[in-house]
């Protein structure tokens, strides 16, 4: 079985700081909830202060409200997003059965937090997904170790993070290998994938194509593919792809009101889509912010070029403003 999980107001959140507007934020789940998505994303679980305007919640029931005149619909499900190194668990309730995922983000060097984080939110009732930071970029040593990890505490997913944008269709052949070859059947398999190589698209139909039948899995977009530039697989082309592929019925017309009422106008305000510059950060295998620094600082793109091709390892999975800084006096001193 194929789901489809629509992360719009979590990983859209990225463009806009979350401020979509109440009504609107009430309006996208509506209507995904009428387009039968399989599970909606409805933003962050994170310590802040609560704006109705915003889409992160520091307790779950202020997400409530956000589907309290949805009309149920048996084949929706609603999901959150904590990252395990920095929610409070303290601040969680028991599951009410209203939202029913909490997806666990982590970098590899929290696994075991996070592992601990995820039983303990398994424990009040949710179903949680395993979400690996940036997967590509972790060796398969340590993918086997999450692996063993997810048969010992049987999340209800793993999900591939493109975090990056960097994955190949052989690298996630790769991983699907272990990952489909490994885990338990019990535990869905997930991938999330941003279009730095404009292969978003191309990614999600080889996942689909590739994990045994027997294998329950779930693919991550968003509307127009919103979400942390250059963005993400769009909702609007695999919900339509998987309703020509795999006979599903998911509502085109719900989603293209969607699109058109409330997200094309965010774009026009804020931007997003396939850039050259962050093309580089995934050609180089680095955190998608380098990218981000060098076009704030109007860095030329072949000097983009060259400055991101001389970032170490050391410095690559996560960013370093001092560093980027660093760089780009090298560079002009090489000038």
Request: proline share 4%; net charge negative.
């Amino acid at each position: 079985m194929v789901q489809f999980l629509d992360c719009t107001l979590r990983d859209g959140a990225h463009v806009n700081g979350g401020r979509f507007g109440n009504a609107n934020i009430k309006q996208i789940a509506r209507e995904l909830t009428r387009a039968n998505v399989d599970i909606v994303e409805l933003g962050f679980l994170r310590n802040v202060v609560y704006d109705g305007d915003v889409s992160f919640y520091p307790k779950i029931e202020m997400a409530y409200d956000v589907l309290e005149k949805i009309a149920p619909n048996r084949s929706t499900e609603y999901a959150l997003m904590a990252r395990a190194d920095e929610y409070d668990l303290n601040n969680l309730s028991e599951c009410n059965g209203q939202i029913n995922y909490v997806r666990v983000a982590f970098y590899y060097e929290y696994l075991d937090k996070a592992v601990e984080f995820a039983s303990e939110v398994a424990a009040r009732g949710y179903k949680i997904t395993l979400n690996l930071i940036n997967t590509p970029g972790n060796s398969l040593d340590d993918i086997k170790r999450l692996v063993e990890h997810a048969n010992r505490i049987l999340p209800a997913v793993v999900t591939i993070v493109d975090t990056f944008g960097v994955l190949s269709i052989p690298e996630l052949s790769t991983i699907l290998d272990e990952y489909d070859g490994n885990l338990d059947l019990r535990i869905k398999i997930g991938l999330h994938v941003h279009e730095n190589l404009a292969l978003a698209f191309s990614l999600a139909k080889s996942f689909i194509d590739y994990v045994r039948p027997e294998r329950n899995i779930i693919v991550d977009g968003s509307l127009m593919g919103m979400g942390r530039i250059p963005g993400n697989l769009c909702t609007e082309l695999i919900a339509d792809y998987l309703n020509s592929r795999l006979d599903k019925n998911y509502e085109l017309p719900s989603i293209l009101r969607l699109i058109e009422n409330i997200i094309a106008p965010i774009k026009k305000q804020i931007p997003w889509g396939y850039s050259p510059a962050y093309f580089l950060s995934a050609k180089y295998r680095i955190h998608r912010s380098y990218a981000e620094y060098l076009i704030e600082k109007n860095i030329p793109l072949d000097k983009i070029n060259f400055i991101l091709s001389r970032v170490d390892r050391e410095h690559a999975g996560k960013f370093y403003r001092d560093y980027a800084s660093e760089l780009i006096e090298r560079d002009a001193q090489n000038a």
